[in-house]
């Protein structure tokens, strides 16, 4: 009894050292770029699309990039805009533009009176007259596009910025 116990744990022991030593041949994931069909092999690496990404980015004087903790685009009889918040109203963005539901692609000019308005902890940043956005896609609800905005108020002189896929809100 003692042996057989002994050839069975040793033939699980085996068993289990062959399933793990075997590498999965190829990509058989039918999502990534690269799945072969007929081979179903790639040299055991999947490659994905890459995905897009959603939500509002922004640069301070040309720096490194931030990033939103949310955007969204509303409208209203006043306009159209955009929102993005980092760190609640630490960092606030209130983009707008004339015409209600204006979120066809293209050139947007920002409105002289409220039209780029940036929140950076107790500093507040105005734009200069005559600055556009450009809506580049509009998807459903959704729609993306970038600024580049010459602001007053303080030590930030330019924020550019990219938005893609904010929903409306």
Not at 6 to 22: N, P
Not at 42 to 71: I, L, R
Not at 94 to 113: M, P
């Amino acid at each position: 009894m003692k042996n057989s116990k002994k050839s069975f744990f040793t033939i699980l022991l085996g068993m289990g050292l062959l399933v793990v030593s075997c590498k999965k041949e190829g990509c058989t994931d039918s999502s990534a770029s690269n799945y072969n069909e007929d081979a179903k092999k790639d040299n055991g690496s999947c490659t994905y699309p890459p995905v897009a990404q959603t939500g509002f980015t922004w640069k301070e004087n040309g720096g490194s990039e931030m990033v939103a903790d949310s955007a969204f685009w509303t409208t209203g009889a006043w306009g159209t805009g955009i929102r993005a918040y980092k760190g609640g109203m630490a960092n606030f963005f209130e983009i707008n533009w004339q015409g209600a539901d204006n979120n066809s692609v293209g050139i947007k000019t920002l409105d002289s009176a409220y039209g780029f308005t940036f929140l950076k902890n107790s500093d507040s940043y105005t734009g200069t007259s005559g600055q556009t956005l450009e809506i580049t896609a509009v998807s459903g609800n959704s729609i993306s596009g970038n600024f580049s905005a010459p602001v007053t108020g303080g030590t930030i002189t330019t924020v550019t910025g990219t938005f893609t896929s904010i929903n409306k809100h």
